[in-house]
């Protein structure tokens, strides 16, 4: 399946949405099913112990699983998080950016589940692995906004 929106729109859609936070990602790729996105680790990344906060891996899993679904049903900004389960597997590089490489697993009308790896760049083991699942609002409902 071919995505609805490019690597371009996708982080256009996420500066008009998400304003506040859009300078802080960066969507690299998109593919079928696929996301890989980047975060521009600065010091509001790092905690104590010169490593990366899990609030900013978790942020990061989520905006890929949020970026690989709206790459494939189109602009749907209430699509929502209903789950997610993070497992921290090792320290990250602090003074690296991070990665994150979602794959949707299932894409239905309503859910879309999949799982995203999360790792320091330029590294080959992740340091985070995510399982989450999205709520897509249904067609033509009031929560169908495109932004």
Do not use: W
Not at 11 to 31: I, P, W
Not at 48 to 53: A, V
């Amino acid at each position: 399946m071919t995505p609805k929106m490019t690597e371009s729109e996708l982080n256009a859609f996420l500066v008009r949405v998400f304003a506040q936070v859009a300078d802080q990602f960066h969507v690299e790729k998109v593919g079928s099913n696929t996301a890989t996105l980047r975060l521009r680790v600065d010091n509001s990344h790092i905690r104590p112990g010169g490593t990366i906060s899990g609030p900013s891996m978790f942020s990061l899993a989520d905006v890929a699983m949020y970026v690989a679904t709206l790459a494939m049903i189109g602009p749907k900004a209430l699509a929502v998080t209903t789950n997610c389960s993070i497992d921290f597997m090792r320290k990250p590089n602090a003074d690296k950016d991070l990665i994150a490489h979602a794959v949707i697993h299932k894409l239905g009308r309503s859910l879309s589940v999949g799982n995203v790896l999360v790792y320091s760049e330029g590294s080959e083991k992740p340091v985070a692995s995510a399982n989450l699942t999205y709520a897509i609002p249904p067609q033509g409902s009031a929560a169908d906004v495109d932004a």
